[in-house]
């Protein structure tokens, strides 16, 4: 099994719909994140969590809203999708930073969504 | 800012060396991270360098200038699987910046 788990794999929806991504990890990280990835813009981050009580915007929050409900378990909504949501969409997890200053982020598979 | 600069598509052929560059603002990052990602699958780590030079890993070596805001992966031996994105991202106290990715092609 994935230490890091998205569920749906796939998913279409139409616009004005709401839909949740989800995220489970076994890596026992405390930190989540979730990022986009759009075909020539990279991957960019929605929001990110350092904790269950610990919930942060990052660069491109808008339209879109999070859920810590515990260590393991990120999820990510759009409360009312449009068209220029359809991206691939990527969990992340990580251990706090280390002493050396880093920390390696790991990925789940990804979820494809489509806004029709 | 703290932005990421690396070249949007190379190509290189097969067994031979290929050299991927990475530019970036040099406040803000306490090292450069290197991602591969194959087509529609997830990014997987291939190396990290915090301090200034070269880390080498079997076939793949990273190399870091702090001062420059300067990176490089460095692929030997390329063989036809190594066609994917190689992804450059800064890292943050918090998060990790990623640059927009080079999409490598590996030909016979």
């Known amino acids: 099994d994935a230490d890091v788990t998205q569920t749906p794999r796939n998913r279409i929806t139409k616009t004005g719909k709401r839909i949740m991504l989800e995220c489970s990890q076994t890596?026992?990280?405390?930190?989540m994140y979730w990022y986009r990835q759009d075909p020539g813009l990279g991957l960019r981050l929605i929001y990110y969590?350092?904790?269950?009580?610990?919930?942060n915007k990052g660069e491109i929050s808008d339209g879109y809203s999070v859920s810590r409900q515990a260590q393991a378990k990120f999820s990510l909504s759009l409360e009312s999708a449009i068209p220029n949501q359809t991206a691939l969409y990527f969990c992340a997890t990580s251990d706090r930073v280390r002493p050396q200053g880093y920390t390696e982020a790991f990925f789940g598979q990804g979820t494809r969504l489509t806004v029709v | 800012g703290q932005n990421i600069d690396q070249p949007t598509e190379m190509t290189a052929t097969e067994g031979a060396i290929v050299q991927i560059n990475c530019t970036y603002q040099?406040?803000?990052?306490?090292?450069l991270f290197w991602y591969q990602q194959h087509a529609g699958e997830a990014p997987t780590f291939l190396s990290y360098?915090?301090?200034?030079g070269l880390e080498e890993k079997g076939r793949f070596s990273s190399f870091l200038s702090r001062s420059k805001g300067y990176s490089y992966l460095l692929l030997k031996e390329l063989q036809m699987k190594d066609s994917a994105s190689y992804l450059c991202a800064g890292a943050g106290s918090y998060q990790l910046t990623f640059g927009k990715g080079t999409k490598l092609s590996v030909i016979p």
């Open positions: 040099t406040s803000g990052f306490n090292g």
């Open positions: 969590s350092f904790d269950v009580k610990d919930i």
């Open positions: 890596k026992g990280h405390d930190r």
């Open positions: 360098n915090v301090l200034d």
